[in-house]
């Protein structure tokens, strides 16, 4: 295939694509990556102070939310492209499967310590 018929080709697919899921999902790259770098630098120069420690929180949580949110317009991409994942889906699996998991631990802790309330609560001692 020429380098002529090639480019044909990618601008034929991208043209199939649905141009604002894309641009979502692009926003949201575009996002994750400026905060990663900004905790990066927070991480290397700043930790020390409490306000930058908490902006380094606030970051982490926010890039945990970016990602849930690129999950949801992967699988909106993937059902429009009838099957056909993003590009970036592939390169976002580990982090969002790490998001998950962090959630469900969180979820999970969450109920534990409501069981544990309820039991003390109740005057039931195990």
């Known amino acids: ?10 601008n034929e697919d991208s043209s199939k694509q649905p141009k604002e899921i894309v641009e ?6 575009k996002r994750i990556v400026k905060l990663r770098e900004t905790n990066a630098t927070i991480e290397k120069e700043y930790l020390e102070d ?3 420690k908490e902006a380094f929180d606030e970051n982490a ?8 949110e690129m999950k949801y317009w992967f699988g909106i991409y993937k059902r429009v492209c009838n099957g056909v994942a993003h590009p970036l889906e592939e390169s976002y699996a580990v982090d969002i499967n790490h998001v998950l998991k962090k959630r469900l631990n969180k979820d999970s802790n969450i109920q534990t310590q409501q069981i544990d ?8 001692f195990l």
């Open 50 to 52: 409490k306000e930058c």
């Open 1 to 10: 295939m020429s380098t002529n018929e090639s480019e044909f080709k990618k």
């Open 24 to 29: 979502e999902i692009e926003t949201y790259h």
């Open 61 to 68: 949580i926010t890039i945990d939310n970016f990602i849930l």
């Open 117 to 124: 309330t309820i039991v003390v609560d109740e005057g039931v």
